[in-house]
Structure formats: C-alpha cells, structure tokens
C-alpha cells in the first residue's frame, strides 16, 4: 500500500443506478425488535447482520407477493 495516492487524476463516475433505489422505514413492535436483539446475542451477531436478513426476507416476500399480484392480474 502507497503512503499517498494521487487522486487528482481521478475521474467522477455518474451513479449508474440513480433513483432505483428508495429507503422505506418500517414500524416495528417492541416484542419483534427484543427477539431480533436475543437472536443477535444468541448467535454472537451484530444487530445489523439481523438487520439485514429480515430485509432480505421482506424483499423476497415483497418480490413473491408482486409476482401472485401481476399473474392475477394477467388473468
């Protein structure tokens, strides 16, 4: 690794995904976040890791509903 770098020469790169992405929040129960807060302790995971599957999960289901959606629609 170099002591410095010379970023002067660097050139900017457009976002090639603007606006594809939009953050939603989501209320949750304080039951549901104190089983996430366990399963971290538990599993010796960061609450961000379990942060992060139950996005991945919702998304999955999100996308599936989406789909049943656009095939009863089709119909």
């Known amino acids: 690794m170099k002591k410095a770098y010379d970023f002067s020469k660097l050139k900017e790169i457009k976002n090639p995904y603007p606006g594809n992405k939009k953050a939603v929040g989501i209320n949750l129960s304080p039951e ?11 599993t010796g995971l960061p609450l961000s890791e379990a942060d992060r599957s139950l996005s991945a ?19």
Not at 32 to 42: H, I, N, Q, S
């Open 57 to 75: 999960r919702l998304r999955e289901d999100a996308e599936e509903v989406y789909d049943e959606v656009c095939a009863v629609a089709v119909e």
């Open 32 to 42: 549901v976040v104190d089983y996430f807060k366990g399963l971290a302790e538990e």
